[in-house]
Every structure is written in structure tokens, then in C-alpha cells.
């Protein structure tokens, strides 16, 4: 049963084949079992869990099912559950139990979802290993040495170890696609303002964007077709009518123009991964899509311009961690000073304190124009780069990353290199674009992913082509040995 | 050496919204502490503004009444500093690209008329308030105010006396209780100033150093504030020191100012646009349909009072002043059909009992048709005006009409000669060592001595004689004794 | 762009983080490390190019101004580290 995709489940539970609370009972059983290997998961919801498969069974009893009722959801640590551990990966954060639900939460609730718990994520979203957790690294379930990626990286290593069939994840420079390649599962960042924010602990305002993450396209689909919507608590939520994402998802590609970036397979690439990048496009190819290659040319400056960005905004985010209304406070502090440096420095780990620090940095008064405001700039360079792009392709593919896993604290001393790590993921988010990754093979045993980018709002045209693409390859359907 | 004194005020205005700026909990003054602070006021994690129209609707009225610019695309930034009263860690507020542009009011005092041009008016948060009483040796925050919005009025250096200083606030005062945006109540805080006193000698161009006085809450105070931290500043240059650029506190029972200990020293306050806040865009339409709504400001009814009720400049301009106050006495008027009595009574007796009882007008227990009515009374003789006054003691108190009080108490003024010359031949008759002293007297002498006359009859009517007819009376029959 | 010691303490102030003395040299290189990486923006020609605050073209959406929280402070106190009477506690505030 755990091996069963979303949708494959849906259909167990609508045929009667299995109770919601059979399914929900086993996932429990598995998390307890498997998850000390992989430490995926902060906090366990078993009694919130059962109580919300029964009510879902006696709905489906009584016709009242919707396409999400019975069915398991994780949520990534960083959206607020009422009255449930909400940490964020942090110390901040590890007595607080959150007053209220997320809007993609509340989303969840109504279409009947059962939630198993909140999983583990990169200390207040800000890595790409997962290794800057308070509650320590999550571990990639293809080999337990390795990272799973990151922020997302307990949602990815949930579903990869099928501890779940479904993760929320959120992505601010790749902190889905990113951890969904190094896992081999499929998850995809929408349009930025195209899921609510409101309730998601903000890292860097104008990029974080929640999202799915799960084996398939088929069940992103089905995910998103819950969490997607305008919210009106959220001033930047795009006020634009949900679609059904599966609608198209069987739509044939043939005449899909496809683009890939010189930038993105240069021959700095790793080239085991250009080449099963390359036969992910040739299958694409025999679907009917034509490819062509583009540029995009200002790729590499996403780099600085987001370790620029996200920082000064999240700096500012985070300073209403203060001890005061919420959350961690020093012990008997002496006046307001020690009780604000004490309570963040006590509270806030390593990375997190640097980007802090980098970002007020930026925005002081002397700097703002060379680092800020230069960086908007750049910004502005990239969104039009893939304008410019999406006039002759309808898709962007490439490497989701330019590495598989590599090895827990092989680059936690040096957060320039981790850095690097994100230069295929970061310029979407920049430009507000959808991107997804889909598994496309392995290296050296270990699964690498294919990045599809999306114009403005086409999250179905990407999951259709990813789809299509599932259709006829299996990666996907590959979990770890022993799995 | 001849000083100049230069002065800019920067005044925050409360707008009497029902809700705070970015969230929906309400901003009415008084409720116990943390009753009105929702889950955006606290600055939960995950929490997010929404922008309230009707601020924005009161900031162009606003814009309007000075006769600025309105900024079609406004943007909010973030003021970032920390202190326990601003929950996020940051004050939303405009800097760049605010509400209202340039404008002015103009101002006339004793020494004469000015136009002082304002910098602009921005829309920002609130704080909430600190409550020093001790809870073992800790301070409480209460947060019931933290997102209630401001404008804050900037105006350009332009004054040139504490005196105009505060006919600037008061005038500031009058167009935004008289546009409805802000109650005026400078007790509860809902207008708070702040003054940028410099000094220079007279016909040096440059400025000199400022302080600023902060938070000061009356017009007198204004003006004594000013006046002693001008005398300040004089005897610390003419004694070889420099002015410190600082903020100083007004204390008004030693009538001195002090440095405050800064709590912003060395701040970089990091402005950046708040990246959950899109640009607030209007149009001219928008516009022309507040303009529309505007009622008649107070320097057009100022005008309007001259021209139409033959009001001195003085009297028109304190009646035209506070809204409340002018609408009472244009209906006291209508009720009395005698503005320049309704003047006099406004201004005289009624504020007499308002300012000794400290109620606004709005509370006022004498309608302005009871006040009418009495005014009625004493144009058409039934009493006199010192019996006029007995009349309103007892509306004030008991409530009334003029009519019943009068009916009541019998205060019907005496008018019938007869009974007059019967009162006064008693008086002259028991007024033996006077009337001598009358008669002794040279003529011009002795209009001064009918005083002790009148006194008496007055008192033998109880005061309900008519003055006219017995001054008359008196001086015929006195003078008759003289010849 | 390198930064020093007394740059780290500065910004440390700035945003409220006390840092053990020991960890400085390891901050101050990072962050110079950081700041090296993001020099590298200056070598992109950006005159006359409008910043880009926000993805989508968007604007400020206007909420009705109609009450819609209600009292909410022993559901929103239940979380706080210290409250008396309704007010939450911090070190004494000097003005």
C-alpha cells in the first residue's frame, strides 16, 4: 500500500479496497518504524491524524467524498497548524504551537486531507542540505550518508522513503525542485502570488512560494488542485481563478517547443548528468516536441543577486523573533538588550545568523544602492532573459542541480559552495516562474532530476509534459532499495 | 546679536478608521490592553498585511484639503528597528513614494499672515504602548494600538514664531476633524507633534542645528516648548556652546525640555519596499470621487461666517475652527435667527461650561435648539441677558426649554413701567445718603453713580427688571429730584 | 568587499544578535566570503534599469475597513513567555 502513488491510493479508497483509516493506521506504523533512519519528520499528528481519517471515512461513506478526502498529506514544518508544534527547523520556534492554520493547511483540512505530521526543513527555510536543522540532518533515504537536499528536505525524504505519498513543500531558490532531484520524487514551485503565503513563516517575501511534492505530476496535480487559489489574507496573491491541473495532464506534446539554456549544459556540467538529461529530452522528442537551444544569458548572476535578496528580506522577517510575544526567550534577562541578543542568538543557528547578518547588511544606509538595489536590477535582467525566451519555447528544461546528494557535512563549512549548488534552481524564483523537477535517472546510484520552467501561471503545461514523460519512463517509480 | 527662530512641525494624526491599517481588529480607543490585537497585529509568524481602504480614502482627503499632489503609486517601505512596541521589528510606513506630495496650509497670527508649505503627508502603522507602572520591575506591552494608521504631516521649516507653530497645529487640527479623518482628541493621543526648533542670526541663510521636541499634545504647550528650548539654545550659543542634534523631551510642569536617553542612537533604520505590500495605485477618477465628498474646510466656512452672519475675522475663525463647534453654532443660528447673540453664547457661556466641566461638544447637555430657543427669549425682552444666563445654568443641569425653565422658576423679565416706577420710588425713597450724593454731584458726574441705582432695583425685582426701560426710569426721576 | 571585526559587531548590534567572541573571526570570514560572491554583480552594466520589487506586475489589493477579529488575547497569549494582567512582560522600557 505505502508504494502506491496519490492517486493510486484515491482510487484504493474510493473502490473500498482500503479504510482511510487502515491507510493512515500503516503510514503511522511506517513513520515510527523507518523514520529514526532518516529523521524526515519534527512532529507526528497520530490522534489529529486518525480523528481526521474517520470523520473522512464517514463522508465517503455518506457520498460526500471529494477528490482529497482520506487521503495522507506531511506538512513541511514551516506552515502554522493550529494548536501543533509549528518550528520552522528552530530552536526559535520549538515551543511554539501555532494559534491558527496556514491557509494551504486550512485548504488541506477542507478537502479532507489526514495529516501525519510536520516534516523536517533547513533551519527557517535557508539551505539546500537540510544539515541547519535544530532537530538535526534528515537523511537522504537512497543513502543515508548523504543529504536529501534542502529546505524541503524532510517532505522529499518522506515521500522518497513512502513514509507519506504527499509532502507541502516551499521554495525560495529551489528549496522543492532541489531536494525533489536528490530524492527522486517530483515536486513543482508555482507561479509566485499562485498559492497563498498567508501562514507559510516568511523567509524571503517576493520568492517563497509553497508548493506539492510527491511521486508523480499525476498527484502534484491533484495536490495543487487543493492548494492553489486567491487568498485574500495574502496581499500578494495572485487574484486569478484556480484551474483543474489534471485537465490536461493527458494532452499529447507533439508541436511543445522545447528550450534548453547553453548556460545550463555547459561543459562545466557534470556530464553523467548532461547525459541523462539529454535522453530525458530525446523521450520527450519521440513524444513530438521539437528542441531548440536558447540562452539565458545572466544564469550566473542569479547567484549573487539572490544571496543578496533573500537575505536583506529575510532579515527584516525575522526580527520579530524578540522573545516577547512568542517563541524562545532567555532565561531572566538583565534589560531589553541581553533579552533581544540573547533570546536570537540563543534561539537562531550558524546559517541563519549569516543571513541575517549579510541582509542587514545590504540594506544599510551606504549599501543599499550597490548591493540592493543592484540586485533588483539584476532581477529585472533575468525575468526579461526568460521573456525573451518563452517568445520562441513554450518550456525551459535543463539539470534540476548540478550535483547528486553529496555527503552529510561535506559543505557545511563552506556556505559560498553550498551556494553554488542552487545555480540552476534560484533564477526562477527571481523571475516568479513555475518550475518543476521530475526524476530522470540516476548517478552512481543516486537520483539526479530534470527541471522544467514554465511561463507566467502554465503549471499545467508543465505538469502535462512531465506527465507525458512519465508516461513513458519509470524513474519515478523507483524508491530506494529496501524501500 | 538679533535671533531668528525656524521651525518645523512633523504631526501625527490618528484616523479614525473602524479598523487598523493592515488588519481587520478594531481601533476604538479604551478596550482592555491586547483585546483589539489580532494574529497580524502580534506579528505571528506567518501572518500578513491587507491595506484598508478607508485609510487610503482619508489620507487624499487629506491630500486634497492642503492642496497637494496625489501620489498615483504609492509604495510602502519597511522602517526597521527594534523596541518592544513595534511587534514586527519594523514600522510599515511610505518614505520614497508617499500618499500626499506637497502642499500647504496658510496660517494667520497677531504678527500676521503665512503660507506654510507642507513636505508631504505618508501613511504609517502605529506602535503600541509601553506601561512603565512596575510588574516586578518588568514593563507591559499592550498592542491594542500597534496598526491603528497615521498620516504623518510633514511640514517644510516655514515658521518663524512658537506662535505660529501653533496656529499651524491648530489649523492642521481644524481640517481633520472638519474632513471627519481624525476625532481631534489630543488628550487620547489621536494628534501628536513634534517641533524642529533651530536657531540662526537674523539674516544668516544657513540653519542652524535642530532638536526636536517630541510628542507634544496641546497647542499651548506647543508654543511654551518652543519658547523655552529657543532660550535654550540662545544662552547655549551666546555662552560659546554648540547645539547638540538630539531629541529632547517637554516637561511641562518644570516648563523646561531634557536630552531623552536615546533609544535610536546609531540607527540605521534599513528602509527598504515591504515585499508583502504591492504599490497603491489610484487614478484620477478615484480622486475626483473623494474630491467630491470633501465638505467645506475651514478656512471656506471661515469666510462663509464673515459674509454671511457679519462675524469679526476673530470670532469667525474660533467658530470655524473645530467642526463639531461650527455645526452647533450654524444650528443655533438657524434656531435663534441671530448670529451675532449665537456668537457671543458659543463662545461665552457654552465654552465657559464645556472647558469647566472638560466635555467635547458632542456632549454637550444644551442642544443647540434649547440654545436657541433661550436666545429667542432675550431678543424678544422676555428676559434679560444676566437672567438668560440663570436659564442655561438650569438647561445644563436639569435639561429644558428656555420656555418651561422660565414658566418654572418665574424669571419672566418685568417690563411694565408702572410696576418698574413703583420698585424705583421705593429705592429712591430708602436711598436717602445717595441721593444726595446725586444730587450734589456736577452733571457729567453723575451718569457713574446710577450704578448703585440700578444695583438696587435689580435686587428689589430679583434681578428680572428689564436694565433698558429702568436705566431710563432712574435717570428721569433722579434728575427730576435735581432741579 | 572584505569586512572587519568591528564591521560584524556593528551589523550584530543592528540586528539584535550577541555573538560569542569566538565565533567572530569565523563570521567575519564568512560573511567576506559572501560579500567577495556578491561583488561579482557589479560587473553587469544595470543604467537605466527599473528595479524589480515584486514578480508579477501587480497592485495593492484594498480591504473593506469592517471589524473581523474579534477578541482573540487568551488564544493569543497562550503562546507568550510572559503576560500579567493581559500585558505582555519585558524588561523595563526606559524612555
Known sequence: ????????????????????????????????????????????????????????????????????????????????????????????????????????????????????????????????????????????????????????????????????????????????????????????????????????????????????????????????????????????SAQRDAEDYRAKLNDSIAGLRIGIPKEYLSDDLDPQIAERVQAAIRELETLGASVKEISLPRTRMSIPAYYIIAPAEASSNLSRFDGVRYGHRCDNPKDLMDLYTRTRQEGFGAEVKRRIMVGTYALCAGYYDAYYNKAQQIRRLIQQDFLAAFNEVDVILGPTTPHPAFKLGEKSNDPVSMYMEDIFTLSLNLAGLPGMSVPCGTVSGLPVGLQLIGNYFDEAKLLNVAHQFQQVTDWHKHAPTGI | MEWETVIGLEIHVQLSTQTKIFSGASTAFGAEPNTQACAVDLALPGTLPVFNENAQRMAIMFGLAINAEIGKRAVFERKNYFYPDLPKGYQTTQLERPVVGEGYVDITTEDGSRRVRIHHAHLEEDAGKSLHEDFHGMSGIDLNRAGTPLIEIVSEPDMRSSKEAAEYARKIHAIVTTLGICDGNMAEGSMRCDCNVSVRPKGQQEYGTRTELKNINSFRFIERAIDTEVARQIDLIEDGGKVVQETRLYDPDRNETRSMRSKEDANDYRYFPCPDLLPVVVDDSYIEAIRATLPELPDARRERFISDYNLSE?????????????????????????????????????????????IDIRECPVSAEQLGGLLQRIKDNTISGNIAKKVFEHMWSDGGSADEIIEAKGLKQVTDTGAIEKVIDEVIAKAGPQVEQYKAAEPDKRGKMIGFFMGQVMKATGGKANPGAVTGLLKQKLDALCD | MSLDRSDVERIAYLARLALDEQDIPQYTENLSNILKLVDEMQAIDTTGVEPLAHPLDGEQRLRADEITELNQRDQLQKVAPATEEGLFLVPKVIE
Open chain 1, 1 to 236: 500500500m505505502h508504494t502506491k502513488s496519490l492517486t493510486e491510493l484515491a482510487a484504493a479508497l474510493n473502490s473500498g479496497t482500503v479504510s482511510s483509516v487502515e491507510l493512515t493506521q500503516a503510514f503511522l506504523e511506517r513513520i515510527t518504524a523507518l523514520d529514526p533512519k532518516f529523521n524526515s519528520f519534527i512532529t507526528t499528528t497520530p490522534e489529529i491524524a486518525l480523528e481526521q481519517a474517520k470523520a473522512a471515512d464517514a463522508a465517503r461513506a455518506s457520498g460526500r467524498a471529494g477528490d482529497y478526502t482520506g487521503l495522507p498529506i506531511a506538512h513541511k514544518d514551516l506552515f502554522c497548524t493550529e494548536g501543533v508544534r509549528t518550528s520552522c527547523g528552530s530552536k526559535m520556534l520549538d515551543n511554539f504551537e501555532s494559534p491558527y492554520d496556514a491557509t494551504v493547511v486550512a485548504k488541506f483540512k477542507a478537502a479532507g486531507a489526514v495529516m501525519l505530521g510536520k516534516t523536517n526543513m533547513d533551519e527557517f527555510a535557508m539551505g539546500s542540505s537540510n544539515e541547519s536543522s535544530f532537530y538535526g540532518a534528515c537523511r537522504n533515504p537512497w543513502d543515508t550518508q548523504r543529504v536529501p537536499g534542502g529546505s524541503s528536505g524532510g517532505s522529499a525524504a518522506a515521500v522518497a522513503a513512502r513514509l507519506t505519498p504527499a509532502a507541502t513543500g516551499s521554495d525560495t531558490g529551489g528549496s522543492i525542485r532541489q531536494p525533489a532531484a536528490l530524492c527522486g520524487i517530483t515536486g513543482i514551485k508555482p507561479t509566485y502570488g499562485r498559492v497563498s503565503r498567508y501562514g507559510m513563516v516568511a523567509y524571503a517575501s517576493s520568492l517563497d512560494q509553497g508548493g506539492p511534492m510527491a511521486q508523480t505530476a499525476e498527484d502534484c496535480a491533484l495536490m495543487l488542485n487543493v492548494m492553489a487559489g486567491f487568498d485574500k489574507m495574502d496581499s500578494t
Open chain 2, 314 to 358: 476673530y470670532d469667525a475663525g474660533v467658530l470655524s475652527a473645530y467642526r463639531p463647534q461650527a455645526d452647533y453654532y450654524e444650528a443655533v443660528v438657524a434656531s435663534s435667527s441671530d448670529a451675532k447673540l449665537a456668537a457671543n453664547w458659543v463662545m461665552g457661556e457654552l465654552a465657559k461650561n464645556l472647558n469647566a466641566t472638560d
